[in-house]
Nanobody, 123 residues
C-alpha cells in the first residue's frame, strides 16, 4: 500500500510556470512507476506524463511535450511535474498515480491515486 499526496497547484497566468510535487508514503516509491494525469471540468481524466522506476525513462502526452518535465527523487519518495509555458487549456485537477511495474499511459493500470491538486491558468 502506498499513499500519495499532491501539492504545488494554484493560479498562474498564461505563459507562467508551476511545479507540482507528489509525496509518497508507505512502501518505497522505488517499487512503483509514477504517472501524472489531469481532469478538466466536463472532461475525462487524461494522461499527462509518466516515469519509470529509476527515473530514466519518461513519456509525455503530445499536448505537454516540450513544456512539462516529469522527474523523481527516490531518496525523498517524491515525484515532480515541472510545468512551463502554461496555457489556459492546462487548467485541470492534476493527479499523481503509482503502479507496480513499468510506466503506463493508461489510468486503469494505476493502483494508487492522490487526491489531486487544482491548477488554474488565466488567459
Amino acid at each position: 500500500q502506498v499513499q500519495l499526496a499532491e501539492s504545488g497547484g494554484g493560479l498562474v497566468q498564461a505563459g507562467g510556470s508551476l511545479r507540482l510535487s507528489c509525496a509518497a508514503s508507505g512502501r518505497p516509491s522505488t517499487n512503483y512507476a509514477m504517472g501524472w494525469f489531469r481532469q478538466a471540468p466536463g472532461k475525462e481524466r487524461e494522461f499527462v506524463a509518466a516515469i519509470n522506476l529509476n527515473g530514466i525513462i519518461t513519456d509525455y502526452a503530445d499536448s505537454v511535450k516540450g513544456r512539462f518535465t516529469i522527474s523523481r527523487d527516490n531518496a525523498k519518495n517524491t515525484v515532480y511535474l515541472q510545468m512551463n509555458s502554461l496555457k489556459s487549456e492546462d487548467t485541470a485537477v492534476y493527479y499523481c498515480a503509482a503502479r507496480a511495474g513499468s510506466r503506463s499511459r493508461y489510468s486503469y493500470e494505476y493502483n494508487y491515486w492522490g487526491q489531486g491538486t487544482q491548477v488554474t491558468v488565466s488567459s
